[in-house]
């Protein structure tokens, strides 16, 4: 799973470029979707480590943004999948 999440940062770095400066924390989310359980990766404008709704961005529209997980955890429990 390492190789296929550098891949992905990768390539959203390819499609997307550099992050501007402004950006100064990066969220990976976990969602459920009907395709199944997919993380995704955004960045952040804010961040305190005192309150962890800085997290709670929009999830990304763009579809490489997002990362299917293996077919082996996708009967899991999300609190599973999380940990």
Same mark, same amino acid.
């Given at each position: 799973?390492?190789n296929? *999440?550098? !891949?992905?940062l990768? !390539? *959203?770095?390819k499609?997307?470029?550099?992050?501007p400066?402004?950006? *100064?924390?990066? !969220?990976?989310?976990?969602?459920?979707?009907?395709?199944?359980?997919?993380?995704?990766?955004?960045?952040?404008?804010?961040?305190?480590? @005192?309150?962890?709704?800085?997290a709670?961005?929009?999830?990304?529209?763009?579809?490489?943004?997002?990362l299917q997980?293996?077919?082996?955890v996708q !009967?899991?429990?999300? @609190?599973? *999948?999380?940990?």
């Amino acid at each position: 799973m390492k190789n296929e *999440i550098l !891949n992905w940062l990768k !390539n *959203i770095e390819k499609q997307h470029g550099t992050p501007p400066d402004a950006v *100064i924390a990066f !969220n990976l989310g976990l969602m459920e979707r009907e395709e199944g359980y997919m993380m995704y990766f955004v960045g952040a404008f804010e961040y305190t480590e @005192e309150d962890d709704d800085w997290a709670c961005v929009e999830p990304p529209t763009k579809l490489y943004r997002y990362l299917q997980l293996p077919k082996k955890v996708q !009967n899991e429990s999300w @609190e599973t *999948i999380l940990s």
